[in-house]
T-cell receptor, first 112, second 117 residues
Framework: KQEVTQIPAALSVPEGENLVLNCSFT??????LQWFRQDPGKGLTSLLL?????REQTSGRLNASLDKSSGRSTLYIAASQPGDSATYLC???????????FGAGTRLFVKA | EAGVAQSPRYKIIEKRQSVAFWCNPI?????LYWYQQILGQGPKLLIQ????????DSQLPKDRFSAERLKGVDSTLKIQPAKLEDSAVYLC???????????????FGSGTRLTVV
């Protein structure tokens, strides 16, 4: 059974710091992995999607990497800003049955 | 491109009452999902539709939850009767299905926050 874990559960950093959010999964047979951002009281906004054949994706100050063999993905945020404060969730789609499993998220707070 | 539309945004009901949520996916997205997100947790899939057929409803509490997508476009999710533990955000998402799974990932609506008192 696929399990997705995100560590840390919460993170507070000063503005301008580079930071890494971690996502681990137990079953490497995935189709893709997606990182989302969720603001309080809002839905999920897709940030980056990595197909199983890819190693990383970049969008602006965000870079996501994928290492299927070790069951890990990281989301790197460069030069963090207060507007980056939100909860970041990762989700994996399994190849068997194509079910999507979400992690519980990392709540990020960037202090001005 | 219009996003995934959901209504209402908020709903407060008493336990044992019924409630319905509505979702209109992105035009052309054949796959529609309803997720339940309890505070502090990741979203949990309740039901997945492919056009107007159910693909996965294994985690839907069928004694009280029901969902339909009659014309393969918009969808409604109903809870009857509601329990206190149903308090959560109900998210609708849609995707364009690929050969082996969802292409380009998922697009989510803003969700409906349900409070059962």
């Amino acid at each position: 059974k696929q399990e997705v874990t995100q560590i840390p559960a919460a993170l507070s950093v000063p503005e301008g710091e580079n930071l890494v959010l971690n996502c681990s999964f137990t079953d490497s047979a995935i189709y893709n992995l997606q990182w989302f951002r969720q603001d309080p009281g809002k839905g999920l906004t897709s940030l980056l999607l990595i197909q199983s054949s890819q190693r990383e994706q970049t969008s602006g100050r965000l870079n996501a990497s994928l290492d299927k063999s070790s069951g890990r993905s990281t989301l790197y945020i460069a030069a963090s800003q207060p507007g980056d404060s939100a909860t970041y969730l990762c989700a994996v789609v399994n190849t068997g049955g194509f079910k999507t499993i979400f992690g519980a998220g990392t709540r990020l707070f960037v202090k001005a | 491109e219009a996003g995934v539309a959901q209504s209402p945004r908020y709903k407060i009901i008493e336990k044992r009452q019924s409630v319905a949520f509505w979702c209109n996916p992105i035009s052309g997205h054949a796959t529609l999902y309803w997720y339940q997100q309890i505070l502090g947790q990741g979203p949990k899939l309740l039901i997945q539709f492919q056009n107007n057929g159910v693909v996965d409803d294994s985690q839907l509490p069928k004694d009280r939850f029901s969902a339909e997508r009659l014309k393969g476009v918009d969808s409604t999710l109903k809870i009857q009767p509601a329990k206190l533990e149903d308090s959560a955000v109900y998210l609708c998402a849609s995707s364009a299905p690929g050969r082996y799974g969802p292409t380009y990932g998922y697009t989510f609506g803003s969700g409906t926050r349900l409070t059962v008192v």
